[in-house]
């Protein structure tokens, strides 16, 4: 009978022992589960990852584009007082004034081929007034000598206008291994720069009126906006080499200059040229507006993703008209960022200068 009852006493226990026991996982099923949940973790990442990369992308070009279509207002803008504005011919080819030749406009340029100009021209700037106040134009002289001291001319001049011609320039830069600029190299693929020469440095006229290096005034000593810096007789008037300290970046992140190739993006086959410019032609068959830089242009800026159409001022028959640029700009994020992409379409905008071609006088 005790047996029986010991017999029975064991198995309660050995029951509750195995009832109470927890349940758990073997080593196989937790590497199991580790090496799915690595998967779908890594599978998340991915996803995260290319979401934003695209994110990144996307605000590279919407970026880039605000900095384009920026950069084109402000060149607009900027044409908007010029006097002046030179063609390609006179840029880029040597030049005849009064049956004398002269070099092109770009030889007279502190620039070297790496630097390609698309844009000169004249405009008239306001001087500093502080500077223009504190002049003292008796310091030159009497205005009734004779003859007159040519500084007192000019200060009263100066005092009468506030303004002075200066002459503004727009260069693309190639950002490659053999840029001048190599040693601080940037991360797009070109650039625009912005040259300004004052008559006066820092458009501030000190008390002697000397005026920057480089500088002559396309209105005086028989000098004309197409011939400057030539006098009329084909003579350099220079008052020393111009210095390019006031050249500035205007724009980063434009597209390639010479883009010949097309890519997989369809965006790449849209490059600008100089056919784009308007077809509008003179009496004589010749085209209005050309192409800066032209199409067969030396320095390899051809398909470029800045260019200028100016209208010609030559064979217009008597023609009164202001002169107008058609401006095209292209953009390419690759490099913000540490992304890579297919260009941006192009901006296309038409800029009226205030000068005049061939204004008469009235009869």
Known sequence: MSTKIIKSLLKRTLFKAKKGK???FTILELLVAIVISTFVILAL???????LQSERREYGRSETQREMQMAMDFIVNDLREAA??????QINNARTIGGVGITSLRANLP?????????VFWKPEQINDTSLNSLNCDNFGSANADPVNPKRQECDQLKIRRRAYSLVVYLQVRNSDDNPDN???????SRIMRYQLYKYPQNKPDSNLTKSDGYTDPTENSVSFASWPFDSSGVKISSGNINTSSTAVLVDFLDYPDRTSPGADPRDNLTVAPSQCPTETNSDGTPIYKAIPPQNNPNGFTNPSFMACV????NLSGDVSNQDIVLFLRGNPTGKGGIK??????IKT?????????KKPAQ
Do not use: C, H
């Open 84 to 89: 002046y504005v030179y063609t390609n011919e």
């Open 111 to 119: 620039f070297n081929t790496k630097y390609e100009p698309i844009l």
């Open 22 to 24: 927890k349940a758990g």
């Open 183 to 189: 040693s601080n190299r940037w991360k797009g693929i």
């Open 45 to 51: 990442i991915d996803m995260i990852t290319d979401l």
């Open 341 to 346: 992409v297919a260009p941006l379409l192009a």
């Open 350 to 358: 038409q800029a009226v200068a205030r000068g005049v071609i061939d």
């Open 311 to 314: 209208r010609s001022a030559s």
